[in-house]
């Protein structure tokens, strides 16, 4: 098992009794999008006495979401996503710190802010952060733990409802060998509405998935398996031998795999020519300059 932390770094915890390891002053610092996964996620880390979290997302808080968003109200409806989350943290009263950064990480100013995170959880549902978020776990080796929900149905029934909690660091396959996302559906979702719909009924693209699942159970269990992960690569309670660098849940069969790939010697994960550039202790904080950003934004195989 790979801990996320090569070196020293260890959670600076809001509870002296709370510590998942023994030493330093680190901080980790999440990013989340605050829905359905993101909102779940932000609870258990409060609650395990995380010392800082940073929270990103430039929506704003729509009523009809109250079903899967934890901390969120009918009321609530209208407010920027990041304040509602970082009020319900500071409501806590574990002491832990809240950044609250009201941009999407597809603008530069939210993606330079990545920089200072020691681990990013990712809670979107969108292929563009997640190619962004694959180039700073490559390139300015920030470990990421990248999670999604999809529910199947045919005809308006339900017939598989999987989650995935994906982990990404140097050496391991990367979302897109893995096929969890490709520069092909990047495109498709940075298509003009009207563009897109034409690319559909000809068949270039495919439709968009619909936002994440409105079903908190489902959501609320991958979002858990995803801080699992996080303290297994911290503390190592899983085994030594529980080496996977993902987990896949089958819940509609109660069922979880989780394997291993290596990364494929044709992908961006092995060729890159600036993998890790700038080392651990200081790429987090000062290796996101114009020329890196611009490459961050044009993932290629
Ligand atoms: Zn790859």
């Known amino acids: 098992m790979r801990s996320l932390f090569p070196n020293s770094l260890t959670v600076r915890c809001a509870r002296s009794d709370l510590r998942f390891s023994g030493s330093s002053a680190g901080y980790t610092w999440a990013w989340l999008a605050p829905a359905g996964t993101g909102s779940a996620v932000i609870q258990?880390?409060?609650?395990?006495?995380?010392?800082?979290?940073?929270?990103?997302?430039?929506?704003?808080?729509?009523?009809?979401?109250?079903?899967?968003?934890?901390?969120?109200?009918?009321?609530?409806?209208?407010r920027a996503k990041v304040v509602l989350q970082s009020q319900q943290v500071h409501g806590i009263g574990l002491g832990t710190d809240v950044r609250a950064i009201p941009r999407h990480i597809t603008e530069e100013s939210a993606a330079r802010e990545l920089r200072s995170c020691?681990?990013?959880?990712?809670?979107?549902?969108?292929?563009?952060?997640r190619g962004i978020l694959v180039r700073l776990a490559l390139h300015y080796l920030v470990p990421v733990i990248d999670m999604g929900v999809t529910i199947e149905s045919e005809e308006g029934t339900i017939c598989g409802i999987y989650g995935r909690v994906t982990t990404l660091m140097l050496g391991e396959a990367c979302l897109f060998c893995r096929g969890r996302t490709s520069p092909d559906r990047i495109r498709e979702e940075s298509l003009p509405v009207e563009q897109r719909e034409r690319e559909v009924a000809e068949g270039y693209a495919k439709e968009l998935a619909t936002n994440?699942?409105?079903?908190?159970?489902f959501t609320t269990m991958v979002a858990a398996q995803a801080v699992s992960e996080l303290l297994h690569r911290l503390t190592g309670f899983m085994g030594a031998d529980r080496e996977s660098s993902e987990v896949l849940l089958f819940l509609h069969e109660s069922r979880i795999r989780t394997n291993r790939t290596p990364p494929n010697p044709d992908c961006q994960?092995?060729?890159?020519r600036s993998l890790?550039?700038?080392?651990?202790?200081?790429?987090?904080?000062?290796?996101?300059?114009?020329?890196?950003?611009?490459?961050?934004?044009?993932p290629t195989r």
């Open 212 to 217: 994440e699942p409105a079903v908190i159970m």
């Open 118 to 129: 020691d681990v990013v959880f990712g809670c979107t549902d969108k292929a563009l952060p």
């Open 276 to 298: 890790g550039e700038g080392g651990h202790q200081e790429l987090s904080r000062t290796h996101l300059g114009t020329a890196s950003y611009s490459v961050m934004f044009r």
């Open 269 to 272: 994960c092995l060729r890159a």
């Open 44 to 78: 258990q880390l409060v609650r395990l006495g995380i010392g800082t979290i940073s929270v990103f997302d430039g929506d704003r808080f729509a009523g009809s979401n109250v079903n899967r968003v934890y901390g969120s109200t009918v009321f609530d409806a209208g």
